[in-house]
């Protein structure tokens, strides 16, 4: 796992044919692999979890029972399912003359609901 580790440090997704090695060494080793994966930066966590899909409910398991959720970055634990990212709602249509609007009218004893 220092080796892995090591390879982290020197950035191996940016050697693509030893990047694959190192995701196949990874997925074959766990779980003793969880704290090298959990060291990846969270893009190249994703590709791992996506090329490697029943990895993911371990890792969170693993986490969840290293009770790590204030160690990790809040992407990864994202990335893990542990964080869901509000979605921005979208803005209500509303026609331009009722965005500008005044609240009061010109006509003396008109309410406007």
Known sequence: MGILSRLVNKQIWKMPKLWVGFLKLAYQTQP????????????????A?????NLRPHLSSFVNRQNLHNKLPRHTLNILGFVNEPQQ???PFAPAALQTADA?????GANIM
């Open 32 to 47: 003793r692999s969880f704290d090298v994966l959990l060291q990846l930066p969270p893009p190249q966590l994703e590709v």
């Open 49 to 53: 979890l996506n090329k490697y899909p």
């Open 89 to 91: 709602a979208p803005m």
């Open 104 to 108: 009061t009218s010109s006509l003396p």
